[in-house]
């Protein structure tokens, strides 16, 4: 049976926590891909400004090459809107009806998770994987999710505080793949969606 990893976010921009996300699921769990899902625009972060959808695409493909294990999956982006978590789902479960899929999250969305849309849909859907994230304590899924929490590989690093930097005339070299740091500084600030 095929084993599918997704991994949903805003990537805004994406930096090493997720990729060290990525690769402790893929470990841990023997996923044979994992697929990378930009928002167009998370329920959660209405009205907070964010990157240009090509700006976090390009970054986000730049941090993938070479990874043939991983891809970027656009559907949320060319779907436009609101990005509900359960229609990627259902469409992951339509195109490879026999294969496990295991949705990845960091520990700071697992007290959020019943306000999902559709979340008792939402949790027969998947298998949710649980990475710790620093400074967030690990609490058990709640039910009716099922999954488990992963060893994960801890790093405290995230966009908000990539963002602060590039804001502050920082460098950022050592918190995103170094081609994504080459680019954001030509790319950044850029427009809004
Ligand atoms: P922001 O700081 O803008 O809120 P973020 O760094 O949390 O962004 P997102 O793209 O919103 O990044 O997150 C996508 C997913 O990755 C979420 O499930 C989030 O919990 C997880 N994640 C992001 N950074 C880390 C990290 N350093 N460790 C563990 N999980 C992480």
Do not use: C
């Amino acid at each position: 049976m095929q084993r599918l990893g997704l991994f949903g976010g805003s990537f805004n921009p994406v930096h090493l926590g997720h990729l060290l996300l990525a690769q402790s699921a893929a470990e841990e769990l023997a996923l044979e891909r994992v697929f990378f899902v930009p928002t167009a625009q998370s329920p959660f972060k209405q009205g907070i400004v964010q990157a240009a959808a090509k700006d976090r695409l390009r970054w986000l493909n730049l941090a993938l090459a070479g990874r043939s294990h991983w891809q970027v999956d656009a559907r949320e982006i060319q779907r436009g809107g609101v990005s509900y978590t359960v229609d990627t789902l259902r469409a992951y479960r339509q195109e490879y009806p026999q294969a496990a899929l295991f949705y990845i999250i960091g520990a700071d969305h697992v007290p959020f998770l019943p306000e999902w849309r559709a979340a008792a849909e939402l949790a027969q859907l998947a298998e949710f994987l649980v990475v710790p994230r620093p400074g967030e304590v690990s609490a058990p899924l709640p039910p009716p999710f099922r999954g488990r929490l992963l060893k994960g590989i801890p790093l405290g690093v995230s966009s908000s505080l990539v963002r602060a930097r590039l804001e502050q005339g920082l460098t950022v070299d050592l918190l995103v793949p170094s081609a994504v740091a080459e680019s954001l500084k030509q790319d950044w600030p850029r427009p809004v969606i």
